[in-house]
């Protein structure tokens, strides 16, 4: 059943803390994107891979960083640098969604 | 002004009215449209794709895209409770790999 996995579905994250949150897929796509949800704003992109071992920035990418170390699995972790993270984040490739991760800071 | 914009709603109507969508963008340069439905906690599902103006046609949705005015609509038509969600238009230009801009989602309730 191919598709994009994410988890976990619910993260918590206390002040001055990194997480990472995990995207893999089995669509055999060479390029994978990470967006930001926030209500009333639609998605953003953070950061995009169109390679193994190959990133780009997107617009919102301060604070968060990624890897793309195999074609399946794009992490991305948002570091203690970003300030304002509670938000839905969402993994893509091509036209297809994850089903997302809500990120809280507690 | 952003690059696409998209009124938030929320649009409440009664199951079976047609349901009107839309979205305005500023940058000639895009080439592929598309729409989205998103239930609320869940990832985003891709619902028309479009290139270029003209109308498509899938079941109970049409998208249309309309360059010279730079307007895109989404109808659906026999609106169901099932409907009810938040809709999101996309678009990216031609060439390189496929950076949607997207509008800020519309919420729809259909109610019985």
């Known amino acids: 059943d191919g598709g994009i996995t994410q988890s976990p579905k619910y993260l918590f994250r206390k002040e001055g803390q990194n997480v990472t949150l995990s995207c893999e897929q089995n669509?055999?796509?060479?390029?994978m994107y990470w967006y930001r949800q926030d209500p009333g704003q639609g998605l953003r992109l953070i950061y995009y891979?169109?390679?193994?071992?190959?990133?780009q920035k997107g617009d919102i990418a301060e604070g968060y960083s990624v890897s793309r170390e195999k074609k399946e699995s794009f992490p991305l972790t948002v570091t203690s640098a970003q300030k304002n993270p509670t938000a839905f984040y969402l993994c893509?490739?091509?036209?297809?969604f994850g089903s997302g991760t809500r990120l809280t800071v507690v | 002004q952003k690059e696409v914009e998209q009124d938030p709603g929320p649009l409440s109507v009664p199951e079976g009215a047609i349901v009107s969508l839309n979205c305005t963008y500023s940058?000639?340069?895009?080439?592929?449209f598309m729409w989205y439905r998103q239930y609320s906690r869940k990832g985003p599902e891709l619902l028309m794709y479009?290139?270029?103006?003209g109308n498509k046609e899938d079941g109970r949705f049409t998208a249309q895209v309309d360059k010279s005015s730079k307007y895109i609509s989404l109808f659906i038509r026999d609106s169901q409770p099932s409907d009810s969600a938040t809709y999101l238009c996309?678009?990216?230009?031609?060439?390189?790999?496929?950076?949607?801009?997207f509008g800020a989602g519309t919420r729809l309730a259909v109610h019985p």
């Open positions: 893509a490739t091509s036209y297809t």
């Open positions: 669509l055999n796509h060479d390029a």
């Open positions: 891979s169109q390679i193994v071992n190959d990133f």
């Open positions: 940058n000639s340069a895009f080439q592929y």
């Open positions: 479009t290139y270029s103006s």
């Open positions: 996309a678009m990216s230009a031609a060439g390189g790999y496929n950076k949607l801009i």
